[in-house]
T-cell receptor, first 113, second 116 residues
Framework: GAGVSQSPSNKVTEKGKDVELRCDPI?????LYWYRQSLGQGLEFLIY????????KSGLPSDRFSAERTGGSVSTLTIQRTQQEDSAVYLC???????????FGPGTRLTVT | KQEVTQIPAALSVPEGENLVLNCSFT??????LQWFRQDPGKGLTSLLL?????REQTSGRLNASLDKSSGRSTLYIAASQPGDSATYLC???????????????FGQGTILTVHP
């Protein structure tokens, strides 16, 4: 079946602009996760949606970052007033709640100029 | 706070060798441990998942073990091939109630190069 998909694959934006990154999880996966991978920082957890529960936002680095998940499926990560330090690869993953085995998408490479 | 460490940071071996990658974690209260592979410029591919109640998992030439009490896992790769060259990442999921249940804490990875 189809895996996790993310769009766009690459995004170049100017400092101060807002960006939206999209994630389509595997069909039937009720848990969805966002991570960020940057040089020198490794992979960092950002936010986690579990079914209809309130999301775990403990990894969001600032209030410029937000995410939503509509209809329990597609998720959008929004970064407002982008800064150069936001440049990274943003990875989305999904899993079943029974195993928590996470399957990752190909990522969105964000470059802030 | 959970911390995950992977040793070595990089490994270069000739084709055909058996090799071991190491992962350690500071908090033994984990739900599961996953090993991933990442090729340059790509996302993560799940290799093996070990639940906290399990001791090991096998898939083809890969075998992963888990010693939760000592906070250690190893990934054994048999008869390595050039196509195994990639970064290998270890990650753990916390065993805690509430919404922190699923998030992964990653190690920094081991960069593996298998040369012909």
């Amino acid at each position: 079946g189809a895996g996790v998909s993310q769009s766009p694959s690459n995004k170049v934006t100017e400092k101060g602009k807002d960006v939206e990154l999209r994630c389509d999880p595997i069909s039937g996966h009720t848990a969805l996760y966002w991570y960020r991978q940057s040089l020198g920082q490794g992979l960092e957890f950002l936010i986690y949606f579990q079914g209809n529960s309130a999301p775990d936002k403990s990894g969001l680095p600032s209030d410029r970052f937000s995410a939503e998940r509509t209809g329990g499926s597609v998720s959008t990560l929004t970064i407002q007033r982008t800064q150069q330090e936001d440049s990274a690869v943003y990875l989305c993953a999904s899993s079943l709640l029974s195993t928590y085995e996470q399957y990752f998408g190909p990522g969105t490479r964000l470059t802030v100029t | 706070k959970q911390e995950v460490t992977q040793i070595p940071a990089a490994l270069s071996v000739p084709e055909g060798e058996n090799l071991v990658l190491n992962c350690s974690f500071t908090d033994s209260a984990i739900y599961n441990l996953q090993w991933f592979r990442q090729d340059p410029g790509k996302g993560l591919t799940s290799l093996l998942l070990i639940q906290s109640s399990q001791r090991e998992q096998t898939s083809g030439r890969l075998n992963a073990s888990l010693d939760k009490s000592s906070g250690r896992s190893t990934l054994y790769i048999a008869a390595s091939q050039p196509g195994d060259s990639a970064t290998y990442l270890c990650a753990v999921t916390p065993h805690a109630g509430g919404t922190s249940y699923g998030k992964l804490t990653f190690g920094q990875g081991t960069i593996l190069t298998v040369h012909p």
